[in-house]
């Protein structure tokens, strides 16, 4: 079956807590996060950067299907819409792309100008309307399963002229969501699952009961999803592998493989 | 992620790393001022631009899986804080960077246990206060464990000391150190956590607290109510023994002052009067009214 054919379609948004967001801590990231308030958060200064020079509206990022594994303190997981997206809600694009404006998107030829990097971003550029279809067909095309757009390896032809081998990495090649800030509606990306490890949920936990801002029942609410919906990774190991690999599971549970 | 100013260098001692260093720590320091955290580290090669971050504590710089590579260190050090650092011990595969935030080391220090202070003064200070260490995953595990019982131990010798009169600034310090260690049953926290709230008085973080760490532990809040009392009776009553209080089954606040000390015999057993269920002519469940 294709995944794009399945109503309770496993192809989740993820989102980690890097880079780190200028004044708030990871704890009132996380609290937002659950909460659907990520309104609230400001933009990071290179992500403004980024959002100036080419042109896209103030948005929140996800990446679609990949735990990036640079972002590997916590790693969140959302449920998307797949219907009720409008032009305007924002964009998708097969890269990174606050890493292309910064120069850490390898390109043919090596060295391209703010105005190249804007077209090329313009070219690949696609609106939500139907992302889950445009997404499966990208798999589809470069991979010969999920497993490997997954595990971060190369597709075959990519974004061209997108450099699809090193010193290029999978910032290069993994599909990045956008949804503008001005549209954002809490229920069109919902809060699925949270990999951390112990001390991190502990943390967090003491953090709601003794520390946060927040009302009696607000609290309760942020515990009993914590506890209902958290994947605790052993401290050996970073978040982001253990979420890239039940990724990984979900789709073949399923019999979902493109 | 954290970004070192001073390299720290990787040992070759059998692992072919020489010229390795230890570039930077997976982990904020804002929000983690007074934890205990292990963190994977990044990592930079003599003669190489890139960044290596660990994924897993089995890193080696050949392995793809275990491993991100950032191409330039400002490619990595976007997503990162600086901590300047001045520690110079070397990092093994396997280890974690293991960074004490300045209110944690303030309160271990408050403990005043003499061998973990001194294991704690002897790490030299990073930036803001921060502290660094390099340590097998097991072993921060253990030490975490280790430290947990200190002070579970320091918070109980407090209260027991204080007759559960007050709560000394040594005993907030052991309860803070307990919360942020990471490795602390969340059961010994919260029963800690009542008796300090129930000591200071403060009905409505205690209430909160009941409430929340018996979601957390999935008991009811009269259950998790009813081991607080216990603890606190077996703290005050040390030396009576756990089953003699038992049977006494009181959760009462009694002081271990001579009665001399009191101006009329009921207050002997105080109760904050705003506390659900420990207040003024409350029954417990055996029928014992608890406040004559």
Same mark, same amino acid.
């Given at each position: 079956?294709?995944?794009?054919?399945?109503?309770?379609?496993?192809?989740?948004?993820?989102?980690?807590?890097?880079?780190?967001?200028?004044?708030?801590?990871?704890?009132?990231?996380?609290?937002?996060?659950?909460?659907?308030?990520?309104?609230?958060?400001?933009?990071?200064?290179?992500?403004?950067?980024?959002?100036?020079?080419?042109?896209?509206?103030?948005?929140?990022?996800?990446?679609?299907?990949?735990?990036?594994?640079?972002?590997?303190?916590?790693?969140?997981?959302?449920? #998307? %819409? $797949? /219907?009720?997206?409008? =032009?305007? &809600?924002?964009?998708?694009?097969?890269?990174? *792309?606050?890493?292309? !404006?910064?120069?850490?998107?390898?390109?043919?030829? #090596? %060295? $391209? /100008?703010?105005?190249? =990097?804007? &077209?090329?971003?313009?070219?690949?550029?696609? *609106?939500?309307?139907? !992302?889950?279809?445009?997404?499966?067909?990208?798999? #589809?095309?470069?991979?010969?399963?999920? =497993?490997?757009?997954?595990?971060?390896?190369?597709?075959?032809?990519?974004?061209?002229?997108?450099?699809?081998?090193?010193?290029?990495? #999978?910032?290069?090649?993994?599909?990045?969501?956008?949804?503008?800030?001005?549209?954002?509606?809490?229920?069109?990306?919902?809060?699925?699952?949270?990999?951390?490890?112990?001390?991190?949920?502990?943390?967090?936990?003491?953090?709601?009961?003794?520390?946060?801002?927040?009302?009696?029942?607000?609290?309760?609410?942020?515990?009993?999803?914590?506890?209902?919906?958290?994947?605790?990774?052993?401290?050996?190991?970073?978040?982001?592998?253990?979420?890239?690999?039940?990724?990984?599971?979900?789709?073949?549970?399923?019999?979902?493989?493109? | 992620?954290?970004?070192?100013?001073?390299?720290?260098?990787?040992?070759?001692?059998?692992?072919?790393?020489?010229?390795?260093?230890?570039?930077?720590?997976?982990?904020?320091?804002?929000?983690?001022?007074?934890?205990?955290?292990?963190?994977?580290?990044?990592?930079?090669?003599?003669?190489?631009?890139?960044?290596?971050?660990?994924?897993?504590?089995?890193?080696?710089?050949?392995?793809?899986?275990?491993?991100?590579?950032?191409?330039?260190?400002?490619?990595?050090?976007?997503?990162?804080?600086?901590?300047?650092?001045?520690?110079?011990?070397?990092?093994?595969?396997?280890?974690?960077?293991?960074?004490?935030?300045?209110?944690?080391?303030?309160?271990?220090?408050?403990?005043?246990?003499?061998?973990?202070?001194?294991?704690?003064?002897?790490?030299?200070?990073?930036?803001?206060?921060?502290?660094?260490?390099?340590?097998?995953?097991?072993?921060?595990?253990?030490?975490?464990?280790?430290?947990?019982?200190?002070?579970?131990?320091?918070?109980?010798?407090?209260?027991?000391?204080?007759?559960?009169?007050?709560?000394?600034?040594?005993?907030?310090?052991?309860?803070?150190?307990?919360?942020?260690?990471?490795?602390?049953?969340?059961?010994?926290?919260?029963?800690?956590?009542?008796?300090?709230?129930?000591?200071?008085?403060?009905?409505?973080?205690?209430?909160?607290?009941?409430?929340?760490?018996?979601?957390?532990?999935?008991?009811?809040?009269?259950?998790?109510?009813?081991?607080?009392?216990?603890?606190?009776?077996?703290?005050?009553?040390?030396?009576?023994?756990?089953?003699?209080?038992?049977?006494?089954?009181?959760?009462?606040?009694?002081?271990?002052?001579?009665?001399?000390?009191?101006?009329?015999?009921?207050?002997?057993?105080?109760?904050?009067?705003?506390?659900?269920?420990?207040?003024?002519?409350?029954?417990?469940?055996?029928?014992?009214?608890?406040?004559?």
């Amino acid at each position: 079956m294709k995944a794009a054919q399945n109503p309770d379609l496993p192809l989740p948004w993820v989102s980690g807590l890097r880079p780190p967001t200028p004044g708030k801590d990871w704890r009132e990231a996380t609290a937002a996060w659950i909460l659907g308030d990520i309104g609230k958060l400001p933009s990071g200064k290179r992500t403004s950067q980024a959002e100036t020079g080419l042109g896209i509206e103030p948005s929140h990022y996800w990446y679609v299907l990949r735990a990036e594994r640079q972002f590997g303190y916590t790693v969140f997981l959302s449920r #998307a %819409s $797949i /219907d009720g997206w409008l =032009k305007e &809600s924002g964009g998708m694009t097969p890269f990174d *792309s606050g890493g292309l !404006w910064h120069g850490f998107i390898p390109a043919n030829p #090596a %060295s $391209i /100008d703010s105005e190249t =990097k804007k &077209s090329l971003f313009n070219r690949y550029n696609r *609106s939500l309307i139907g !992302w889950p279809d445009a997404f499966c067909d990208y798999i #589809a095309a470069n991979y010969d399963d999920f =497993k490997g757009y997954i595990q971060g390896l190369p597709p075959r032809t990519g974004s061209p002229p997108i450099m699809t081998s090193p010193p290029s990495s #999978a910032q290069a090649w993994t599909w990045e969501a956008r949804v503008t800030r001005k549209t954002f509606r809490p229920e069109q990306v919902q809060p699925l699952k949270i990999y951390w490890h112990l001390a991190e949920s502990d943390h967090f936990l003491n953090w709601v009961e003794t520390a946060s801002r927040y009302d009696d029942p607000v609290q309760e609410q942020l515990t009993a999803w914590v506890l209902d919906s958290q994947e605790i990774c052993p401290t050996s190991e970073s978040p982001a592998i253990r979420a890239g690999l039940d990724l990984v599971k979900n789709l073949q549970d399923l019999g979902i493989h493109r | 992620m954290i970004w070192l100013d001073d390299r720290i260098e990787v040992s070759e001692e059998g692992q072919g790393l020489q010229g390795v260093y230890a570039w930077g720590i997976d982990g904020d320091l804002r929000g983690n001022e007074a934890r205990m955290q292990g963190r994977l580290p990044f990592l930079t090669q003599v003669d190489d631009a890139r960044v290596f971050a660990a994924r897993t504590t089995n890193w080696d710089l050949d392995s793809k899986q275990n491993l991100v590579v950032f191409q330039t260190e400002a490619e990595a050090a976007q997503h990162g804080t600086q901590l300047f650092s001045q520690s110079k011990t070397a990092i093994l595969p396997g280890q974690l960077v293991v960074l004490f935030g300045p209110r944690f080391v303030t309160n271990i220090l408050a403990i005043e246990e003499p061998h973990l202070s001194a294991w704690m003064e002897a790490r030299k200070s990073a930036q803001s206060g921060f502290r660094i260490v390099h340590l097998r995953t097991e072993d921060f595990e253990n030490l975490a464990r280790s430290i947990s019982e200190v002070a579970k131990k320091c918070f109980d010798r407090e209260v027991q000391r204080l007759g559960g009169e007050k709560l000394s600034e040594k005993a907030s310090a052991a309860l803070e150190v307990l919360r942020n260690t990471g490795h602390a049953p969340v059961y010994d926290q919260a029963i800690r956590a009542l008796v300090a709230e129930w000591i200071q008085q403060k009905p409505d973080l205690y209430r909160k607290t009941l409430k929340l760490t018996a979601l957390r532990l999935r008991k009811s809040p009269e259950a998790l109510e009813q081991d607080a009392k216990r603890h606190l009776d077996i703290l005050l009553h040390k030396g009576l023994g756990p089953k003699t209080v038992t049977t006494a089954a009181l959760p009462v606040r009694r002081s271990v002052r001579p009665r001399t000390h009191r101006t009329s015999a009921s207050s002997k057993y105080r109760y904050p009067n705003a506390l659900p269920s420990w207040r003024k002519g409350h029954k417990s469940e055996t029928g014992n009214t608890l406040h004559e």
